[in-house]
């Protein structure tokens, strides 16, 4: 029996539903298939090759030690060439900063010292492409699902801005990927060969389109789409807890000072920070980058363990959004508790330390995904976003404008989930006692 039309999503609620939807084989529920909805807003390629996938996981997640010290010099001038610079200011004085904007430019730049490297990583106009990018693959792909399915081929290239972009990242991008295949053609050693993500792309595209320059822009465009705006988010998700509670300044203080003392800014350091890595997880528990995880698409029909059938041609996703919201999974589960996973890290048993970093993925926890297709890119963004609270808790306090005491609630579009746009806060260089 067709329960639901042609193209409708079926959401999988709680751990047993989703543990299985997890396992489901890639030829019953296709994750590439899910990401094909995005062949006219970023481009069909990315179904045809997810060759950058394994590049992200493991390539990025092995270097993030030895790379690490390029991302705090980026991170570190891209703070103080910003709004966030607070030089001018008395002590004591404080200015408003609308944030998420500001935090946008920041990881772009910061991000993309690992990506593309320097000088392009500090261009404004490649900048303002990646983040207008994201925003309108977003629109374009609201606008383009108003229609049926079978109307998608006629008016998704009508809809999308992604011929323009393109064309605009081959202007920017292209020379330096051009000038980097010559000199890899040459000698694929050659001196002074940049160890970052455009290298990596460069050695590894399979043969045919992907070995074209437009093929690398198009990766440079995708890369920049998975990971901008979701650290984006996930940072001013926890800048907005601690304008709103300034009093767990104190504690993270205490242990981003101590560890930085003793052992120095480094990816190890990051690893020490429990209390840090506790407030990331609670913030992104309850303010996750969407409310459904595990978007896939049926290839087949499948009928799950309690009988629920899903037609071949439908999507299937779970929903993130109660299972984080559910006291049955947490305690006073609406309640932001920034120590909550430390202290079940602490009072836990053996082997539970790791279950509840920020990284882990689990039945209880979506906010990256679960299972194979889980983000690759996370063990990255929890060190780039890690290193960006450090500075700001060393350097800054922040607090609420002056009248406001609650969060600035977040914007949902569809199931995205965005940290509000245009909410601000002050920011004070650090009172040294
Ligand atoms: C806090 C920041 C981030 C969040 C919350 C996040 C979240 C997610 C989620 C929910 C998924 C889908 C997983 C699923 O359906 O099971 C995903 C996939 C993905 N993410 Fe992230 N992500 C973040 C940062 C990044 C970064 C920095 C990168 C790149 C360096 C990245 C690269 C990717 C890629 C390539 C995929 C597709 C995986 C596949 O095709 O199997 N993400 N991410």
């Known amino acids: 029996?067709?329960?639901?039309?042609?193209?409708?999503?079926?959401?999988?609620?709680?751990?047993?539903?989703?543990?299985?939807l997890r396992n489901a084989p890639d030829d019953a529920f296709s994750f590439a298939e899910f990401a094909d909805k995005a062949r006219y807003t970023i481009s069909p390629a990315l179904k045809e090759s997810r060759y950058h996938v394994p590049i992200v996981r493991t390539t990025l997640t092995r270097n993030l030690a030895g790379l690490f010290p390029d991302l705090l010099d980026e991170m570190n001038s891209a703070f103080k060439e910003s709004i966030f610079n607070l030089d001018g200011l008395k002590d004591g004085e404080w200015k408003s900063i609308p944030v998420h904007r500001n935090i946008m430019e920041l990881v772009c730049r910061t991000t993309n010292r690992l990506v593309v490297g320097a000088p392009l990583c500090r261009n404004k106009e490649y900048r303002d492409l990646i983040i207008n990018f994201t925003i309108d693959v977003a629109k374009s792909s609201m606008f383009i699902n108003l229609f049926p399915t079978f109307l998608h081929p006629i008016v998704g290239p009508i809809l999308s801005q992604t011929n323009k972009t393109q064309r605009k990242m081959l202007r920017l991008a292209g020379p330096l990927i051009e000038e980097r295949k010559v000199k890899l053609a040459a000698d694929k050693n050659y001196a002074d060969k940049p160890n970052d993500y455009l290298t990596w792309i460069l050695e590894d595209a399979p043969p045919g389109f992907e070995q074209t320059t437009e093929g690398w822009a198009i990766r440079l465009l995708q890369?920049?789409?998975?990971?901008i705006h979701t650290s984006s988010a996930t940072f001013t998700h926890a800048i907005f807890h601690l304008a709103t509670?300034?009093?767990?300044?104190?504690?993270?203080?205490?242990?981003?000072d101590t560890v930085i003392e003793s052992d120095g800014w480094s990816k190890a350091s990051m690893q020490k920070m429990k209390r840090l890595d506790s407030f990331l997880r609670e913030s992104s528990r309850l303010n996750a980058i969407i409310l459904t995880s595990l978007n896939r698409f049926a290839l087949r029909d499948y009928t799950f363990q309690d009988?629920?059938?899903?037609?071949?041609?439908?999507?299937?996703?779970?929903?993130?959004?109660?299972?984080?919201?559910?006291?049955?999974?947490?305690?006073?589960?609406?309640?932001?508790?920034?120590?909550?996973?430390?202290e079940m890290r602490e009072n836990g048993e053996e082997g539970e330390s790791v279950k509840h970093q920020f990284t882990n993925t689990s039945v209880e926890y979506l906010s990256f995904g679960l299972g194979k297709h889980a983000c690759p890119g996370r063990f990255f963004a929890a060190n780039e976003i890690k290193a960006m609270m450090c500075y700001l808790?060393?350097?800054?306090?922040?607090?609420?404008?002056?009248?406001?005491?609650?969060?600035?609630?977040?914007?949902?579009?569809?199931?995205?989930?965005?940290?509000?746009?245009?909410?601000?806060?002050?920011?004070?260089?650090?009172?040294r006692v």
């Not at 029996?1 to 299985?20: D, S």
């Not at 509670?245 to 981003?256: C, D, N, S, T």
């Open 223 to 227: 890369m920049n789409f998975a990971a």
């Open 393 to 431: 808790v060393q350097n800054f306090d922040v607090k609420l404008p002056d009248g406001v005491t609650e969060r600035p609630t977040n914007q949902y579009f569809g199931t995205s989930v965005t940290p509000n746009q245009t909410a601000e806060v002050m920011f004070s260089r650090r009172k």
């Open 307 to 342: 009988g629920t059938f899903i037609p071949k041609g439908n999507f299937v996703t779970a929903s993130l959004y109660s299972l984080h919201m559910d006291d049955e999974n947490y305690e006073d589960a609406k309640v932001f508790k920034p120590w909550r996973f430390v």
């Open 1 to 20: 029996m067709r329960l639901f039309p042609f193209g409708t999503t079926a959401v999988a609620n709680g751990p047993a539903l989703i543990n299985e």
């Open 245 to 256: 509670q300034p009093e767990y300044m104190a504690v993270l203080r205490e242990e981003i």
